[in-house]
């Protein structure tokens, strides 16, 4: 079965400095990865996927994730922080063969001025 | 707006109750999904039905229940409820696809029990 580990509950960051939230997966065929991104009080929206088209993918809101099949990871980043980028942020795995979504625990971001 | 709808937004409720919460999916959706949400536990992923029809099961336990109706809305049913069943409720949606499409959320049932 499929399942998601994200190393770190709480990531700080200064403002503008480099943000990177990891996530590792396990799955026994070719997966499918996304990022969400929950904001305080509301329900989880799409940061970016990987569907194999391309192994660097790029999302909203200026964040990326590249998926590294050697290392079973897909981590994401984000060149500057901006306060605004503070919230909690799933990685979530998914196969080929049903349309079930297994999320992470979350990583809550915290944005340091 | 992510086209799914949720009610109701909050629920007090007493313990040993019983709720129905509500999930109308994006148009054109036919997976529901039902997530839980709590601090100690994080998303927890619960059930989903497929047209109609359970697909999978994951954390729910046998005091809830879910379907899914012909009009493809669904609903969580939750009975002999507990302190510890308060969290965040959130149902989503996918159109049909073999797992390369997100799901869409809702913006939550926020259940408080005391």
């Known amino acids: 079965a499929q399942s998601v580990t994200q190393l770190g509950s709480h990531v700080s960051v200064s403002e503008g400095a480099l943000v990177l939230l990891r996530c590792n997966y396990s799955s026994s065929v070719p997966p499918y990865l996304f990022w969400y991104v929950q904001y305080p009080n509301q329900g989880l929206q799409l940061l970016l996927k990987?569907?194999?088209?391309?192994?660097l993918v790029k999302g909203i809101n200026g964040f990326e994730a590249e998926f590294k099949k050697s290392e079973t990871s897909f981590h994401l980043t984000k060149p500057s922080a901006h306060m605004r980028d503070a919230a909690e942020y799933f990685c979530?795995?998914?196969?080929?063969?049903?349309?079930?979504?297994?999320f992470g625990k979350g990583t809550r971001l915290h944005i340091l001025p | 707006d992510s086209g799914v709808t949720q009610t109701p937004k909050h629920l007090i409720t007493a313990t040993g109750q019983r709720v129905t919460l509500r999930c109308s999916p994006r148009s054109g959706d036919l997976s529901v999904y039902w997530y839980q949400q709590s601090l100690d536990q994080g998303l927890q992923f619960l059930i989903q039905y497929y047209n109609g029809e359970e697909r999978a099961k994951g954390n729910i336990l046998e005091r809830f229940s879910a379907q899914q109706f012909p009009d493809l809305h669904s609903e969580l049913n939750l009975s002999s409820l507990e302190l510890g069943d308060s969290a965040l409720y959130f149902c989503?949606?996918?159109?049909?696809?073999?797992?390369?499409?997100?799901?869409?959320f809702g913006q939550g049932t926020r259940l408080t029990v005391v």
């Open positions: 979530a795995v998914s196969e080929n063969r049903d349309d079930k979504i297994i």
């Open positions: 990987y569907t194999s088209a391309a192994t």
């Open positions: 989503a949606s996918s159109p049909p696809s073999r797992g390369n499409t997100e799901a869409f």
